[in-house]
Every structure is written in C-alpha cells, then in structure tokens.
C-alpha cells in the first residue's frame, strides 16, 4: 500500500507584509455582499471595475505620491545636490505642480496600461474581469489628455496606432491568502517607453555571487542606464528568480515599492527578501557615478531596492527595473466597505521653496533659433559641454516613424526636406492639445532611437542641431565631429511645465497621417536644455558612463 504523500506547507515566494497604502474610498456602488452555499461573497458589478479603472488612469497621469515629492524636495535642501540636480529638482516639481490642475498629464508618453489584480476566493463578477477594466482604460484615454502610443502588427513590419491606447496589459491572479477571501486588490501603472525600455535581463552564473564581482557587474550596468529614461530613478534590482520572467516581474513591482513589506532576511523558506544594507550601499554607488539628475551630480536615484530570490542551481537571473520620474502607479481595493483607491498628494505646492532659491539665469546663455543654421551652430561652438541654454524661435518635431520616412525619401535620391536643414529637430511626440492650449504635454523623448539616422542625416545637410532626453551613442559623438554637430539634452520630465511655459504654438508640418509621430513645426520661448555633445567631439555622458568604481562604498545609508 502506498504511503500519503507528506503534507507540505505553502510557502509564498513574495509574503509581502500588511498594507500600509493610504487610501481614499471611491464609492459603495456596485458592490454587494449576499450569502449562498452557506458562504460570504462580495459581488462586484463590471461597472465598479471599470470606473475605478478610469478614476486610476486619470489620477495617474496628474498626480504623484507624496513620498516621491518628498524626495524632489529634498534634493533642493541637500546643500551637496549640484546646480544642475537643483535645477532638474526645481523642474519636476514645477510640472507636478501644473499636472495636478487635471489638465496636462505629468508626461507627454502617458504610456502602456498596466493593471494587476490579485481577486479573493469569494469575489463574484459577471464577464471577464479583463474585459471591464479594459473599458476603464478606453475611456480614460479617450476622454482626457492622453496620448494614444499603442500600434497594432498588421503584418511583420507595418503597424498601425489603434487611436485607443488598447490594448493594455491586465493580468488577475487568484489570491488564496487567509482573510483575503472578500478582498480584490489592484495594482494600475502607466509605463511609458523610457522606463519600460530600462528592464534589463542578465543570465548570470555562481560566480557573480562573489562582492567584488558583484559590485563590477553592477557599476557596469547600473551607469548603462544612462539618462533616457528621466532620473532621479527609484531602481529596482533582483538576483534570482525560479525563472527570467519572474525575475523582471518582481524588478517591475519593486520599482513601483509595491514590494516594500517583503521580510528583510532570507531562510530555508526559500521566499524571497530585501537586503536593505546592499540597498544603501547601492544607492551610495549611483552617488558616486557624476551623472546625477540627468545633467551631473549625485542624484541618479532617489532610493533602491534590492530583492534576492531563489534560484535553480544552474541559473542566476539578474534583473534590472526603474521607474523614472513619471512615478506613475497608484493601489486600489474592493472590499465590502467599497471600492478604494490610493490616496495621490493633490496639492504638491507646498513642495516647492520659494521662487528665490530657484537657480538664477545669469546662468543661461540665450540661443535665438530664428537666425540661419549657420549662425546657430557658430554660437553653439564656444560653448562647452554642460551649458544651460534657453531656445527661443522655431523648432521641427521628428520621431522614429518620421526618421524612417525622411531616410526612404533619401534611399530613394531625394533631397533633405528643408525643414531638417533649417531648423534644430526636436525628438518629441505630443500628448492631446486642451481646449485653449497652444500645446499638449509636450517632452522629450529618447535620443538614443534616432542614433542610427545622424550620420546619414548630417552629411545630407539635416540634423546639425538635436534636441531630446538621455545620452547618445560614440556614433553620434563622431557624427557631430565629423559633420559639426551639436546634441542638446532636454530635460526629462516636466513635459506638462513645458507645454504650459515654453511651447507658443504648434502645427503639422508633414506625415499627419502618423498622428503624434508626424513631424511638427512649434514655437518655443526659452525652452531649458543643456549642450550634450558638441562639434569637436566632447560628450558630456562619456566620462560618467564608464566604470570606474572597484567596491561600493561602505558607511550608514545616505539620508
């Protein structure tokens, strides 16, 4: 006779601890508790789902946690925080400040819908689940200020945006914990394409469970980062995992401090933890790297959290996960008191110090964009890297589909549309326009994308003036050399600030079938930027992307 199998008790990869989430009640509508089978259940309508769902998405887009602030505004008091930092600091909290009016969202890329939802044993719901939250997110991004970024494979190599920003991602997981038997929790997150295209995935060895080895690799990949994706960053890092899919899984959630109460201490539980001694040690390394708030110094996070989990004895997973400064995610809950939603600050002025303490613009050399391209870049080559500029006069707004085009017209041996050899081109995509607005959320976006174009676009007469967020390739840096170029590197960011202040007015300059990727004319009055890469071959990114440090350094956590 065959013995039982022994009984083994479940064990959670992830015990995150109790919530702590500060919450706001929504409503008490469309949910019901009624009994059967001699059994609680907590209904809940499809439309409780998809209001909270909206109600998530628009917070989200204008509104920042309180802690996230803090931290901004702590840069400001750091009297080590360089002027650049303070600047970048001043800068966020400026564009929180005009994105909590609901109007113009935080980011210009209001990003992917991202929705996890953890459902109780006892919730009932009519319908897919997936399919009322979708809903939510339709109409979020239909009715308000958002930007429709979603594309749609029609074959291998043409797309088409879906003018909906569906489909979003919606995953709900069975939650067997006791006492959550009348609990739904949700987590929602807009992720745009600067942060979503730092998750990085290294399948490592042993060997990299060594300090010194560990600590190369890190230095290493950890500058890699670079600037794209809008620091200060709240990073995440995660060594292990039963799997590569879940090692980035718990990266994404750690960034987005969903796993803060994970216990602090490994056991033969095998469930995963946080080192909060490596955390502060981490956190004092991006310190030290020079690249600071985008444009140099010390703030190239605001926290970090590192996670190890179990592994396979032949694998090591190693994943890397920000969240930029869009920090956009927000916890909710159905219970039977009703539908609840993460309290976000509404009121971030009294971040903000007095207007005297901002950086002074004597500081700022002024460059006039309605002078011949010649005359620009002759004022642009006395600078040296890391100056302040303000641009005033117009600029051409091109992105990845738009550089895709212009180089077909090439290929095909037509000229260089005038407007690139004319004017400085900003890689930027807009979100909606208000009503009584000149612009929509207006920001950078990544450099790096268009890397591949610059050359070409340069020796064709285009291009000699660029403009966008994060650090550039050597290809570029020669480029500019080569062709007497100038990278200038714009705030990441504060896209609702610039719309508000910078942006005069705005057009569609060709392609308007590409919706927000076709090219653009706008007019901008001191529109803040930094020169990156000049014409003699300086690369302001160079220096703090290589590695240098040897250990992290060891003392008490940074404040």
């Known amino acids: 006779m065959t013995a039982a199998p022994e009984e083994r008790d479940f064990v959670d990869l992830l ?86 009016g609901g109007v113009l969202p935080m980011c210009q890329d209001t990003g992917t819908a991202i929705i996890m939802g953890k459902r109780g044993q006892h919730i009932l719901t009519s319908g897919p689940d997936e399919a009322a939250i979708t809903d939510g997110v339709a109409r979020a991004y239909g009715e308000l200020n958002l930007r429709y970024s979603q594309l749609a494979p029609l074959t291998m190599w043409e797309e088409r945006n879906t003018g909906t920003n569906l489909p979003a991602q919606v995953d709900i997981y069975a939650d067997t914990k006791p006492g959550h038997e009348l609990t739904y929790e949700l987590l929602f997150m807009a992720k745009g394409g600067g942060s979503a295209n730092k998750s990085f995935l290294f399948q490592e060895t042993k060997a990299l469970l060594n300090p010194q080895r560990f600590v190369t690799f890190l230095d290493e990949k950890l500058r890699s980062l670079g600037t794209a994706a809008c620091p200060p960053y709240h990073l995440a890092i995660v060594i292990g995992g039963t799997s590569a899919e879940y090692a980035l899984k718990t990266a994404k959630l750690a960034s987005a401090r969903y796993l803060d109460n994970l216990p602090v201490h490994g056991s033969m539980d095998a469930h995963g933890f946080r080192d909060l001694e490596m955390e502060a040690q981490v956190l004092e390394m991006t310190r030290h790297f020079g690249i600071g708030a985008q444009f140099g110094g010390k703030y190239f996070c605001h926290d970090v959290r590192v996670i190890r989990l179990p592994r396979h004895g032949a694998s090591l997973p190693v994943a890397i996960a920000v969240s930029c400064s869009a920090d956009r995610q927000a916890m909710a809950k159905i219970t039977p008191e009703g539908v609840f939603l993460e309290q976000l600050e509404t009121d971030p002025a009294h971040f903000l110090p007095d207007l005297h303490e901002d950086e002074p613009d004597a500081e700022v050399v002024h460059i006039d964009l309605n002078r011949p391209m ?115 590197g714009s705030i990441g960011g504060p896209a609702a600030v610039l719309a508000q202040d910078n942006i005069t007015s705005v057009e569609v300059l060709d392609f308007p079938e590409l919706g927000m990727e076709a090219v653009w004319r706008i007019e901008v009055v001191d529109f803040p930027a930094f020169v990156v890469v000049d014409d003699k071959g300086n690369d302001f990114f160079a220096e703090t992307m290589t590695p240098m440090v040897t250990s992290i350094p060891v003392g008490p956590p940074p404040p």
Request: with cysteine; net charge neutral.
């Open 15 to 100: 015990p995150i601890g109790p919530d702590h989430t500060p919450y706001r009640l929504l409503t008490t509508d469309g949910v019901e508790v009624i009994e059967a089978a001699d059994r609680t259940f907590l209904q809940v309508s499809p439309q409780a789902l998809s209001n909270l769902t909206f109600t998530a998405m628009r917070d989200i887009a204008h509104l920042l946690r309180p802690g996230h602030l803090a931290q901004l505004r702590s840069i400001l008091d750091d009297p080590e925080a360089s002027p650049n930092d303070r600047f970048v600091a001043m800068d966020l909290l400026k564009n929180a400040n005009i994105s909590a």
């Open 374 to 488: 010649s005359e620009i870049r002759a004022q642009l080559s006395t600078l040296p890297v890391k100056t302040r500029v303000a641009l005033t006069g117009p600029l051409v707004v091109a992105r990845d589909i738009a550089h895709a085009r212009i180089a077909e017209m090439l290929d095909r041996g037509e000229p260089m549309p005038d407007y690139f050899r004319d004017h400085a081109v900003y890689y930027a995509g807009p979100a909606k326009t208000p009503e009584g607005y000149a612009s929509g959320s207006f920001g950078p976006t990544t450099a790096g994308r268009m890397d591949s174009y610059v050359d070409r676009f340069q020796k064709a007469g285009g291009s000699f003036v660029m403009l966008a967020k994060g650090n550039r390739s050597q290809a570029v840096t020669n480029a500019c050399r080569d062709n007497g170029g100038f990278y200038l």
